[in-house]
């Protein structure tokens, strides 16, 4: 990797401090939050919020994790080997920290697909039923989100549509579990 600003070598150890240390803060951070919420909650509320929250944040890991293992080896191979003969890629430090987090945050949220459907179908917003209606319009649209989000190339495309559709099919499979079990019935009412 090359610097090609001044400030350059000063920064980008900042900026993955920051998020080290974000990352490594935010379980302690989402415990305090939880501190100041449940008391306000029901039972069967903290029940579901603590899931939901407990299953965002490994998912949010899990997603970073798939990008750094499986996504950025496939798009820089893909892009070095597209690179013209003769053509050196070096890449400078600071565009590689802002596209690494980019990813990062893009698969960190793709993950969140299966906590977002079981949310909205446990609080009867959306039925399984439905979710299942609006499939081929959901594939389309991980499609879609796969090609604005990730760099222009069809691997990374194809590595983001993918398993946000799994995601969305395994949210639909645990929200129509989660409904249909004996005694979970219950929505969760949204208090007036």
């Known amino acids: 990797m090359i ?11 900042l900026k993955v401090a920051f998020m080290a240390a974000f990352l490594i803060t935010l379980p302690y951070i989402l415990y305090q939050a939880w501190r100041f919420i449940a008391p306000g909650l029901y ?4 029940r579901w ?8 944040v490994v998912l949010f890991f899990c ?26 890629v070096m890449t400078d430090i600071d565009k590689y920290l802002s596209f690494a987090l980019s990813l ?14 079981v ?8 039925t399984t039923a439905k979710l299942r209606e ?7 649209g991980a499609f879609i989100v796969g090609a604005i989000v990730t760099p222009p190339d ?23 579990w989660i409904t249909q079990k004996p005694g979970m019935d219950q929505p969760i009412k949204i208090a007036s």
């Open 154 to 176: 069809v691997v990374s495309q194809l590595m983001l549509a993918i398993p946000l559709w799994l995601l969305y099919e395994a949210g639909i499979v645990l929200a129509g």
């Open 134 to 140: 609006i499939r081929s319009y959901v594939i389309v």
């Open 43 to 46: 039972a069967h509320e903290k």
């Open 63 to 88: 997603g970073m994790a798939f990008a750094y293992f499986a996504v950025f080896p496939a798009v820089f191979g893909f892009i070095t080997a597209a690179a013209p003969q003769g053509v050196a």
């Open 49 to 56: 919020v603590f899931a939901a929250v407990t299953a965002s």
């Open 104 to 117: 990062f945050l893009a698969f960190g949220l793709a993950f969140q697909v299966p906590v977002a459907v």
């Open 119 to 126: 949310v909205l179908a446990k609080l009867n917003v959306v």
């Open 3 to 13: 610097a090609t600003d001044v400030a350059t070598p000063f920064f980008v150890p």
